[in-house]
């Protein structure tokens, strides 16, 4: 079992060489892309959101 565990671990070294990890620009500009794209879709949802509670209400009455 210890064997087994510490092949697993060497392997698992030896991947994580294989990667290619982004620079801190890289890591900063797709941080921003997912900020504002999780901003828009938040407002997005949102405004349907307040839109089909409007209508719902009006059915409603």
Known sequence: ???KIRTYLTEVRM???KV?????QQ???TT????VFMIVAGTY???I???FSKV???ILR
């Open 45 to 47: 949802i949102g405004i």
């Open 20 to 24: 290619t990890w982004p620079t801190k």
């Open 27 to 29: 890591l900063r500009l």
């Open 56 to 58: 719902i209400s009006l």
């Open 32 to 35: 921003i892309v997912v900020i």
């Open 49 to 51: 959101d307040i839109i």
């Open 15 to 17: 991947e994580l060489t």
């Open 1 to 3: 079992m210890k064997e």
